[in-house]
């Protein structure tokens, strides 16, 4: 699925009731089939597209043989939607009482009435009526818009990942049985249908119906199915090879396709070119179709990709550059996914990385290929990696690979963790073997197990066949150094000590608590201050193994700096002794920071805020040594710091006397880089510069400068006022802050609801709103609007309701305790129109995260013993109380220290300490010689 995972299956936590109802192993299917084909046919009735019905008819006829001798079948039914009418296994109609589905796990069980043979082939045939969702987006769901002459227009569409297409038909709805699908759908004459496939044929049925057949689909997992039912009209792109390639969105967005449609066939071509297996060897076409309500970002079904519309309609004069970017990698993660996902399937979802770890990791490396001035190949380092480091330090956080059962359980495995670290850990392997070995050994892998369902083993062993030990060094066999990196949980600190001419290096895990001992094979790569070539080669010059306490390296040459880790290609974090980070200091103080590049300065960034936050170094080294920031104009190092800032200003609260002193200081250090970003200075065609301009304007305004923030509110007055609309990349600051500095809230606030409501066929614009629309401070307002997530005729739809919510509570301080009093008053409403516990569980955690005080915590377990609350709601309440309440301590141990090094007088007239107090070991120099 598409990258934001997060608001389809957030960190959900495993229902109670399921566990003590059903055995885990319950919720699998015996592997024990053998399946030949599917033969469907769904009957869509006209009805079915008004709102008078929801309901449709299907058979599904599966051919299957048994490996295994027994007396029972089992395959996956959700009863909520399908009724079974008749059950014919080889031609004996079954009785009722032979067959029924287990409420809690889905299972339909049908028991044999005469034993089978094995390897024998036999007919199962369902006979079925079905239900449309029209409550979530998932399986078989209905999705509405308004078209241009003012009429509501249904169409019936379909999400199956990970576990709803047993919601659309019987089937053996898990990742590894792959099978052929032969689809026929019958539905109004003056719709159309999208399916995975080409039409085979069409016929008329009746005076108002149409059948199409369509040509049996390959080999494949039953997750990615699709049909569309609609009036969507197509836009055509280039043929590549024998490929056709088509974008389809609803009518009134057709001119917003030509991005996709330009984009689409590159990101196909870079990847037929890439794996050397010709898509159109598996499928004549690819469909991208724009679902106007969809749960996760995009869905890669084989042939026919859905999408978020705001994932692939794109206005070159109304949507921003982070738009564009946004679009094409989210192709480029899809269309990955035909060879990683499709084609070769993760056999289980305990090893979801196999698909979505390589979707992601291709998302921006296939997508620099077409876009190489976007340098995605270095915005990977942080958008993907740092994100997921920072989330791989806590405690609780999941390997990549570990099992699951329930759909809860499957749901968790689509976070970040199968999707960013999988792809770092990918990248650090692309780095280890080097990039054209690793991609001949990912061909070998594809070619080898097509059509098949894979664990990780496989991938090792297409890898191993391309190993180049010369290069690559290793240790151990790769499966070896694999293990732990995929099998655990976290990842290691390195630290790096100088004793004489030598450097000690070491690993522990790295982790905010906890006490795991795991260690890791890790490739060592570095860069000393008189290497020419720096920071350029990525492949280990050392290993660091599970067996040896420490590594020892003497660099051959004088030096007055070592950093290790070049280009942050290994997934992990690094520390060093005081004397070591004093000649880094020195080095990112002197001329072009002495040659340490933006990626590695930012990882220092990164990793010097983590190690704070950890209790590994001091917060006035962590200042210190990222002081050199005041003179750095780079979006990497920045981002970096950003994000650091962002975790502390959370902690301490915006408000308080230490959130306002770091405001502060963060403001005087950026001021060398607002300077290069002016509001006047647009420059759109280059991506990375107004990525950083954007950035950096919205720190200022946020933080309140001055200037920032009379150029907002000024932008914001000339649009209200003459309806000059703000630069398509600004419009983030300059909506946001027009409301945040408001002089007159209400009135703003009203005009930037009705550009809302006007912008109806631009997605983009919608969702800049939406997070505008939460950065008023007026409570009032933030409550009317939080109110409209809750009905769907005030204009938020149902898959918007989520980004509402969080842009309230992240809008400005005000905004956490409306959203919390609003979700505490409403629960129940909520949890109704939204179906989903998961949505409830990511707000109230979102909320509680923000949570600085213990009168905030203190409400929010009065609630949970005194409400009558949902047992999953309050599981994750209880969770999220867990979560403000380790966060309190973090900052109660830290409090004082960050008091001195920002320089807040405490109460009883304590001593401030200079911000810029100079490190310990000052004027060491460092020969390391031979
Ligand atoms: C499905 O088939 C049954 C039995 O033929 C029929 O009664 C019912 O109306 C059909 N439902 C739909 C939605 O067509
Ligand atoms: C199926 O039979 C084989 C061979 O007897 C046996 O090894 C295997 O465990 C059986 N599988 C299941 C799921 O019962
Ligand atoms: C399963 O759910 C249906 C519909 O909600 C209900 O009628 C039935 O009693 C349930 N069966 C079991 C075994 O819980
Ligand atoms: C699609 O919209 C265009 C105008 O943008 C119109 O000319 C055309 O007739 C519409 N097509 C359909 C099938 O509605
Ligand atoms: C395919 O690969 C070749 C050789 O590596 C390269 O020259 C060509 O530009 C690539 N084509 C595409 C569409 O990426
Ligand atoms: C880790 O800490 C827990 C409690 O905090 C303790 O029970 C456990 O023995 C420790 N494990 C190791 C390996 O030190």
Not at 61 to 67: D, E, G, M, P, S
Not at 472 to 486: E, F, K, Q, R, V
Not at 539 to 565: F, H, M, Q, V
Not at 654 to 677: D, F, H, I
Request: aromatic share 12%.
């Amino acid at each position: 699925m598409g990258p934001i995972y997060f608001f389809a299956f957030v960190v959900a936590v495993a229902s109670a009731d399921q566990l003590k109802a059903a055995a885990k192993e319950d919720y699998r299917l015996p592997q024990i089939y053998d399946i030949s084909n599917y033969e469907l046919d769904l009957l869509v009735p006209t009805d079915t597209f008004t709102s008078k019905s929801d309901l449709y008819n299907g058979t599904v006829k599966i051919q299957l043989a048994f490996t295994n001798a027994t007396d029972v079948l089992y395959l996956h039914a959700h009863p909520s939607y399908i009724t079974l009418q008749t059950v014919t296994f080889n031609n004996l109609k079954l009785a009722k009482e032979d067959y029924g589905i287990d409420n809690v796990t889905n299972i339909l069980k049908i028991q044999l009435t005469n034993p089978i043979t094995v390897n024998n082939k036999y007919y199962l045939i369902i006979q079925f009526e079905g239900r449309l969702s029209t409550t979530d987006m998932y399986g078989f769901y209905k999705s509405s818009y308004v078209d241009a002459k003012g009429k509501t227009k249904y169409l019936a569409t379909t999400q199956f990942e990970p576990t709803h297409a047993r919601r659309a038909f019987p089937c053996f709805d898990e990742p590894g049985f792959k099978a052929p699908f032969t689809v026929s759908i019958t539905y109004p004459s003056e719709l159309n249908v999208l399916f995975n496939t080409q039409v085979k044929y069409s016929t008329n049925t009746s005076k108002e119906l149409t059948s199409v057949t369509f040509d049996p689909t390959p080999k494949m997992s039953a997750y990615l199915l699709a049909f569309v039912v609609s009036e969507f009209t197509c836009s055509t792109g280039d043929k590549v090879g024998s490929t056709i390639y088509e974008v389809c969105s609803r009518n009134e967005t057709a001119s917003l396709r030509d991005l996709a449609v330009t984009v689409g066939p590159k990101m196909l071509a870079a990847l037929n070119n890439l794996t050397a297996i010709d898509y159109g060897k598996y499928m004549k076409k690819l469909d991208l179709a724009a679902i106007p309500d969809f749960s996760a970002g995009a869905m890669e079904n084989w042939g026919l990709n859905t999408y978020r519309e705001i994932y692939l309609l794109w206005d070159n004069k109304e949507s921003s550059n982070k738009y564009k970017q946004a679009i094409a990698t989210v192709i480029a993660h899809e269309t990955t996914h035909q060879w990683f996902g499709d084609l070769v399937t993760c056999a289980w979802w305990s090893e979801t990385f196999l698909n979505e770890g390589f979707a992601e990791y291709f998302e921006y490396f296939i997508a620099h290929e077409v876009f190489p001035e976007w340098e995605l190949d270095k915005q990977f380092v942080l958008e993907v990696m740092h994100t997921v480091l920072d989330s791989d330090e806590l405690e609780n956080t999941q390997a990549i690979q570990s099992d699951c059962y329930t759909p809860t359980e499957i749901g968790n495995k689509f976070g970040d963790i199968s999707y960013n670290k999988g792809a770092s850990i990918l990248r650090m392997v692309s780095h280890i073997l080097g990039q054209t070995n690793f991609i001949a050994g990912l061909r070998t892998y594809l070619t080898t197990n097509a059509y098949a369902a894979t664990k990780p083993e496989q991938l090792w062993a297409a890898l191993s066949e391309h190993v180049d030990n010369s290069i690559s060094n290793l240790p151990a066999d790769l499966p070896t150094i694999m293990n732990n990196w995929i099998t655990k949980s976290g990842f290691p600190l390195i630290s790096v000590t100088l004793s004489g001419n030598n450097l000690i290096i070491k690993q522990k895990r790295l982790s905010l608590s906890g006490n795991d001992t795991t260690t890791w094979y890790v490739p060592i790569t570095y860069t000393i201050s008189s290497d020419s070539k720096k920071f350029e080669d990525t492949t280990p010059r050392a290993w660091l193994t599970p067996d040896k306490e420490y590594l020892n390296i003497t660099p051959k040459e004088n030096t007055s700096w070592i950093i290790l880790n070049n280009q942050e290609s290994g997934y992990y974090r690094v520390t060093y002794d005081d004397v070591l980070w004093d000649c880094i200091k020195r080095a990112l103080v002197s001329e072009n920071f002495d040659g340490i590049i933006e990626l590695n300065r930012a990882q220092i960034v990164d990793d010097l805020f983590s190690l704070g936050k950890a209790d590994e170094i001091s917060y006035q080294s962590v200042l210190d040594i990222t002081g050199f920031l005041s003179n750095d104009t780079s979006y990497y190092p920045w981002y970096a710091a950003f994000e650091g800032f962002s975790f502390l200003l959370r902690r301490v609260g915006k408000t308080s006397k230490l959130g306002e002193a770091v405001s502060a200081y963060v403001l005087g250090q950026m001021n060398a880089l607002y300077e290069s970003v002016p509001f006047n200075k647009l420059n759109d065609s280059e991506q990375v510069y107004t990525l950083k301009q954007v950035l950096a304007l919205t720190w200022a305004c946020q933080l309140g400068h001055e200037g920032c923030v009379d150029e907002a509110v000024s932008l914001f007055a000339d649009f209200r006022e003459n309806g000059t609309k703000p630069n398509k990349n600004l419009r983030t600051v300059v909506y946001c802050n027009g409301l945040r500095y408001s002089s007159n809230s209400t009135d703003d606030w009203e005009f930037l609801w009705n550009v809302f409501t006007e912008s109806e066929n631009l997605a983009t614009e919608r969702s800049t709103i939406i997070s505008a629309l939460g950065c008023t401070t007026d409570t009032e307002l933030l409550k009317s609007y939080l109110e409209k997530t809750l009905t769907d005729e005030s204009g938020i739809r149902l898959q918007d309701a989520a980004s509402v919510f969080s842009a309230v509570y992240s809008g400005n301080p005000e905004g956490i305790a409306v959203a919390y009093d609003f979700l505490t008053e409403n629960y129940t409403q909520i949890a109704q129109r939204y179906q989903s516990m998961n949505s409830l569980s990511t707000l109230i955690k979102g909320i509680s995260e923000r949570f600085t005080t213990q009168g905030e915590v203190k409400k929010l377990q009065d609630f949970i013993a005194n409400g009558d609350l949902p047992e999953e709601f309050k599981s994750s309440a209880t969770q999220a109380v867990e979560i403000a309440q380790s966060n309190l301590k973090w900052t109660e141990k830290f409090e004082d220290e960050l008091m001195d090094v920002f320089d807040v007088p405490k109460s009883a007239g304590a001593v401030a300490k200079s911000l810029v107090s100079v490190m310990l070991a000052v004027g060491v120099s460092l020969f390391l010689v031979r």
